[in-house]
């Protein structure tokens, strides 16, 4: 699995294969040409052109049959004969070394039959039907999905649409992406009899769409030879400076990481911990990084130690001597085996220092481990094969179907254009991070990183996000835009009323293709719809309808006949609210140990039964009562004013000051006061402050007919939806007089 090729555009000494470990020679394509044209002596023995994939098949499923291989090879060599490569080889040659490389990685036998067959439906006369009477539906199922759209019919979208339908495949079966990820590696091996125009067009598509889905397929082995052979191609100067980096490496004596793979054999040895430990070179691209990362390269930064062990908690075992007998670098570390990656990568990562400075990198892993940390899905075999007591018939349930190929069908179906559909996949394919994010259920949602809480609203609900009012993040509220972390859980607050809209600023904070082709949709929908102050409203707040005129559109204030007639809030400036030297403040049903003093209930705190309250002295002779808790309690108690006793009386009816913290969306405030009247309470005045944040504050003066009755008011108030919160009110301003 190496970068030597026939590829005149990769320099020929120290090319990027020739420092990683190599598994068994590579198949001579011009031997293997004549094998196939010449054919084997008897058409029932395995052809010596396919000797080379029956072997490496066998080393990885030694019980195969390969019968189906031998088969389809007379077919495809049949098929195929005549054909010629623009490298000069027979055709038959390019599906024989694409199965080498399939397997090479352990694919099982249906993919490396559909990997001899990739091309013929599309270049021979072999048709699908053809395909299904002789190897079966599964191979017939991935030939048709490796096939590419005519250009006689789709013009300059059919390698987008190709792409598409392959995306589509690989959703109901990821061998498909094998096959063509397999046939793309083995096509830039040979890339360099093309024109340079041609090489770099192929490239970057390689490097945008290919290289990413081998990254999220785990499939690291056919990833770092791609990213090898397009770094060549389309940065040739760097690619240069860094092979000359590595030759200048190679020639020197001393090698640190073998004899820091030396040290760690004795301490595993000693401590009785079986291992094999094994220097892993880095490849071109990731010594190209290191080196802008770090600037001048040591010895060891041009690879890795790779230690392999039986179990899991050997993994551990290994981790502990190493961090005990040796000196780590306790930044490095990261546990991918409790917290595996979303492409099934799992290992322990550490680095151990010498003296010297010299720092190593350590990858921890068991053999298993390391079979799918190189071959990702193509490690699994056949992951649609039914277990031995699973009484499905073979019923197509894809285990390997991960979070993001999920979501990529899903805003696939959505994309309007293939034009959009292709910019929009190198954008999400470019997020090459996933993270988990929990719902209260339990339930889990798979997300790029940088994902906000908008993007997690479409991915849970579809279109019906629309309705997001707001969501909590680990329990505390938070706005959509919100960025969110791998484990967060995240509860998302949705409205009930069937005209909440997306706002325009959702777009800025949508992360998702999913999200954002939605919500463009729905604005493309709606184009004559505008915003109440000629801008776009704040995530979270949808746009306002005629009825409902202030809901979050600045500082509105109701009277008592807002009860009865919740939609008719008027548009003026808002009044001060009383305090308790306001003349209408109403009269308290208070008893004061001061006999002949008037009562009055501040403002700040409005206390009501069965409130525990405090009274101070004011001029003119009157006594105001605040709740024990009040802020203003305790700046007069600190300029040593004297408290009286204060006792509730026997009237029930009382004044209080609710606070409704709410996320902005249409007709809230009409529900909020109609919630307020099915209650029987009498609003004497509201105010509706401008919204920050997504988040509407609301604040209600309100005459209760019975103090006892605050609780289930409350609670009504907090069942509108949109409110997450209501609370008494606190006024500093009114405290301070």
């Known amino acids: 699995m190496s970068a030597e090729a026939t590829n005149p555009a990769t320099p020929a000494p120290a090319t990027p294969g020739t420092h990683r470990r190599k598994s068994r020679p590579r198949i001579d394509l011009r031997r293997l040409g004549r094998a196939a044209l010449l054919g084997p002596a008897t058409r029932d023995r395995l052809p010596d052109a396919i000797g080379h994939v029956a072997e490496a098949h066998r080393a990885h499923h030694p019980d195969a049959d390969l019968e189906p291989l031998r088969r389809a090879y007379l077919l495809a060599e049949s098929s195929h004969r005549g054909q010629m490569r623009k490298s000069g080889e027979p055709y038959i040659t390019h599906p024989l070394a694409v199965t080498l490389i399939l397997a090479e990685l352990g694919a099982e036998t249906t993919t490396l ?14 048709t699908l039907d053809q395909v299904r009477e002789e190897f079966g539906e599964e191979v017939r199922y991935l030939v048709d999905g490796v096939t590419k759209l005519e250009k006689v019919d789709y013009g300059a979208a059919a390698e987008p649409e190709t792409f598409r339908k392959m995306l589509v495949a690989t959703g109901n079966d990821v061998r498909v992406m094998s096959i063509k990820l397999a046939d793309r590696l083995h096509n830039m091996r040979t890339l360099g009899v093309m024109r340079p125009e041609k090489q770099a067009r192929i490239a970057k598509v390689t490097r945008d769409v290919l290289i990413p889905l081998a990254e999220r397929l785990g499939v690291q082995a056919l990833k770092t030879e791609l990213e090898d052979l397009v770094f060549a191609i389309l940065h040739p100067e760097e690619y240069e400076h860094t092979r000359e980096l590595i030759v200048e490496n190679a020639a020197h004596g001393d090698d640190p990481l ?4 030396e040290q760690v054999r004795t301490v595993l040895r000693e401590a009785d911990i079986q291992a094999e430990v094994l220097i892993r070179p880095r490849h071109f691209v990731s010594v190209h990084r290191i ?36 000196t780590p ?69 894809d285990p390997t179907r991960p979070g993001w190929l999920s979501r990529l069908l899903t805003w696939q179906e959505a994309a309007p254009d293939t034009d959009t559909f292709w910019s929009t996949l190198r954008e999400d394919l470019a997020q090459d991070r996933e993270i988990t994010v929990f719902r209260p259920d339990g339930g889990a949602l798979g997300l790029p990183e940088g994902a906000s809480c908008v993007d997690a609203a479409y991915a849970q609900y579809g279109e019906d996000a629309h309705a997001c009012i707001g969501a909590r993040v680990n329990g505390r509220l938070a706005t959509l835009s919100t960025v969110l972390k791998d484990g967060d859980t995240v509860q998302l607050l949705m409205g009930q009323d069937p005209a909440s809209e997306p706002s325009r600023e959702w777009l800025e904070h949508a992360h998702t293709p999913a999200a954002r082709i939605a919500i463009q949709r729905w604005l493309a929908a709606h184009p004559a719809t505008e915003d109440p102050a000629g801008g776009a409203p704040a995530p979270g707040a949808a746009r306002h309808g005629p009825e409902a005129p202030a809901d979050g559109a600045g500082a509105q204030t109701a009277g008592p006949e807002t009860a009865a007639r919740p939609a008719a809030l008027p548009s003026r400036p808002l009044p001060a609210r009383p305090t308790e030297d306001a003349p209408g403040a109403r009269a308290a049903n208070a008893v004061v140990d001061l006999p002949g003093a008037s009562v009055r209930l501040a403002g700040c705190c409005t206390p009501v039964p069965p409130d525990e309250v405090t009274g101070f002295a004011v001029r003119g002779g009157a006594v105001t009562v605040h709740r024990v808790e009040c802020a203003g309690v305790a700046r007069m108690k600190s300029t040593g004013r004297a408290e009286i006793g204060v006792r509730w009386g026997d009237t029930t009816d009382c004044r209080v000051t609710l606070v409704a913290e709410s996320f902005g969306r249409p007709h809230l405030l009409a529900d909020l006061t109609e919630a307020i009247a099915l209650e029987g309470v009498a609003i004497v005045s509201a105010t509706v402050e401008p919204p920050s944040q997504q988040r509407v504050r609301h604040t209600y003066t309100l005459q209760l007919p019975d ?31």
């Not at 073998?258 to 793979?261: E, L």
């Not at 930044?331 to 099934?344: T, Y």
């Not at 108030?717 to 606190?730: F, I, K, L």
């Open 113 to 126: 039959t559909a990997s001899l067959l990739h091309d013929t439906v599309e270049d021979t006369d072999v």
């Open 258 to 261: 073998a004899d820091m793979a």
């Open 291 to 326: 080196s802008r990362k770090r600037g001048r390269l040591r010895g060891a930064d041009f690879g890795r130690l790779l230690v392999l062990v039986n179990e899991d908690a050997d993994c551990y075992g290994v981790l502990g001597e190493l961090h005990t007998c040796m």
């Open 329 to 397: 670098v306790v930044s490095e570390f990261k546990d991918f085996i409790a917290v595996p990656k979303f492409n099934l990568y799992q290992s322990l990562h550490t680095a151990i220092a010498r003296e010297d400075g010299e720092i190593a990198e350590v990858l921890i892993r068991t053999h298993q481990m390391h079979k799918v940390a190189e071959a990702g899905v193509i490690a699994l075999g056949n992951p649609y094969a039914p277990a031995p007591d699973d009484p499905s018939d073979g019923e197509r349930v």
């Open 707 to 737: 103090a006892a009755h605050l609780p289930a008011l409350m609670r009504a108030m907090r069942n509108v939806p949109g409110v997450y919160d209501v609370s008494r009110a606190h006024n500093a301003a009114a405290a301070a007089r």
